[in-house]
């Protein structure tokens, strides 16, 4: 106790207004901050008493630290209120966060308490309370409020947090993780909104904890900002249809592949849900395209991948980007024949056959022994009605793969275009005995 102080508190015999007194002097002869730390204790041993707070303000102000001496000033003032009218609600609010953000857990003890009398279902009583109780090593009870404000709401990312901390403490370490694996897939669910991954991995933390329900919303919630965003279309229509909604999972399911039509996973879920609904015709298509798509994903030979998701893109009527792929492919690997292939089959469907007979005729002269390009040719000349040089053309990729039971039947496949039957069953025929003999030494 410095000397002047024991002099004020002789003087007034009162501890209290020895402290206050001296307070006030040495704010007086600007000692800044040695009357910061008179006041702070002052606030510690009479922390109801608002003089501590408006010298601490006071100091704060002098010192230039414009958003401590808010602080104060907010104690303050809601400490005045509270004088006259204790269940202000709002105002035990404003001073308890003060004191949180304070981290005067033991003096906000006894406001939360009270503000739980007046409204122990305010959500932000709750929160407060969950954090002060906490500190306070009132652990049991922090948990229970806890869970009543993620009961009110279910995906804030900081309760989960708070739940984390607090089962840890009560050493419950398993459901500590598994709290703390929501927070965080919900905190990453924020950062990327659109992202896939982090959706499906906050939906799988949710399902741990026994709140897959709130999944939907939180879709709902990016997808209200994203609206443009696949992937949210895709996972909404997901969550639809196991709660047995078809009918509103089938437009998000169509919004998906409009705004990406290789998304494998939204043709999986189409094929499922048109069976459901009794159309197998559509589901069976939706599941050939899912399975191409995936083989696509699966395979190792980038130039022999693309050229799947183009012949995807084709089939979903997508020319542009399938036009845009071809050429990416045909710009990064101009000596693979199978880029040019790709373009030619693109051509084609654009109805640019002179252009498309050329990439096929480029095709083969990178690789004279690929026969797939022969046989695209074969069919532009039939479109053409050029029939000796369709079928010269489709000799020749059938003779360089004479013994490919699908190349013999594409060629039967032309032939009955160009209205030669018998020479069509011919090669149908031969192309079936050579598939039986084939199965007969793999059976060997």
Partial sequence: MSLSLWFWTILTGSRLKGMLLEGRRLL????????????????????????????????????GLLEEARREAVISEALKTLRDNPSDLDARLRLIRQLVDKQMYATAL?????????????????????????????????????????????????????????????????????????????????????????????????TVVKRRKHALTLVERCLADYPQAPALHCLRAELLMEEGRQEEARSNLLETVVLDPTRQKAHVLLAALYLQLGDKERGAWHREMAELLEQARRNPDRVDADGMVIEALLRLKQVEQAERKAEDICRKYPQ?????????????????????????????????????????????????????????????????????????????????????????????????????????????
């Fill in 28 to 63: 007086k002869n600007e000692q800044l901050t040695a009357a910061l730390h008179l006041f702070r204790e002052l606030t510690e041993k009479w922390p109801d008493r608002l003089e501590g707070y408006e010298g601490m303000e006071q100091a704060y102000r002098a010192m």
């Fill in 110 to 206: 006894p406001h939360t308490e009270q503000a739980l009398k007046l409204s122990s279902h305010n959500q932000d009583v709750l929160r407060l309370a969950g954090v002060v109780l906490r500190y306070n090593n009132q652990l049991t009870r922090a948990l229970e409020v806890i869970k009543q404000a993620l009961d009110k709401e279910p995906l804030a990312a900081d309760l989960y947090e708070q739940q984390a901390f607090t089962l840890r403490a009560l050493n419950r370490p398993l459901e500590a993780t598994q709290a703390a694996g929501v927070a965080k897939s919900l905190q990453n669910v924020a950062r990327e909104p659109t992202s896939q991954e982090a959706m499906e991995r906050a939906i799988f933390q949710l």
């Fill in 336 to 444: 693979d024949w199978r880029g040019h292939a790709a373009l030619g089959k693109v051509r084609q469907a654009q109805g640019k056959l002179r252009q498309a007979l050329e990439s096929y005729r480029q095709a083969t002269r990178l690789n004279e022994r690929a026969p797939e390009p022969f046989m695209a040719m074969a069919w532009l000349y039939a479109q053409a009605g050029q029939v000796k040089d369709a079928v010269y053309q489709a000799r020749q990729a059938v003779g360089l793969t004479s013994r490919d039971p699908a190349m013999r039947r594409q060629m039967a496949d032309l032939l009955d275009e160009l209205g030669f039957a018998d020479l069509a069953k011919e090669e149908r025929d031969l192309a079936e005995a050579m598939s039986k003999a084939y199965a007969s030494r793999g059976d060997d």
